[in-house]
């Protein structure tokens, strides 16, 4: 086996961001060898022109994951609960809308949004903060790294959530 291949390997597995560091202890081999491979795994999906990328997060971790244009079209192959579907419309809605009220969450996506805030919060993927009687909601850079984007200002978060996620019915349910 090749180092490149278990580094492919890793990253596919894992699900989730791991950083240079770990894979460069894990392998005994120093931070920049393991780059260079990273960087050539990234030219190689390229060319093949693959449905799959590797991306560098926002803290500097690397993530193997779905191109964004490919996500809508495959959603309903993922295995997905009912209950999983309707938090990432909550969790869509305070990315979207951010800085934005729970209670204007919760009038949009109905009380089951407190139990889907609770969640997202105790994940690291959103933050609240008290404002006045309710809380205002907004994602964090964890949210920016589970999704592989590069920044995690708000501007960007709102655009990647317009083009990747289903806008329209977004929209049309916070109406």
Request: no cysteine.
């Amino acid at each position: 086996m090749e180092l490149k291949q278990l580094i492919e390997a890793v990253l596919f597995v894992s699900g989730k961001p791991v950083s240079l560091k770990n894979l460069a202890q894990s392998f005994n081999t120093p931070a920049g060898e393991i780059k260079g491979l990273i960087t050539e795994l990234q030219k190689a999906y390229a060319e093949q022109q693959s449905a799959v990328e590797i991306v560098e997060t926002v803290d500097k971790k690397f993530v193997m994951q779905l191109k964004p244009e490919f996500s809508e079209i495959v959603m309903n192959y993922a295995p997905e609960s009912g209950e999983s579907k309707a938090m990432l419309k909550t969790l869509s809605l305070i990315a979207y809308k951010q800085p934005v009220l729970q209670s204007e969450v919760v009038k949009y996506r109905g009380t089951g949004a407190y139990r889907h805030i609770k969640e997202l919060e105790a994940n690291g993927l959103i933050e609240r903060r008290p404002k006045e009687r309710t809380y205002l909601l907004k994602t964090t850079p964890k949210f920016a790294e589970f999704y592989g984007l590069k920044s995690d200002s708000a501007e960007d978060i709102k655009k990647f959530v317009g083009e990747h996620l289903e806008l329209k019915k977004l929209e049309e349910s916070a109406e």
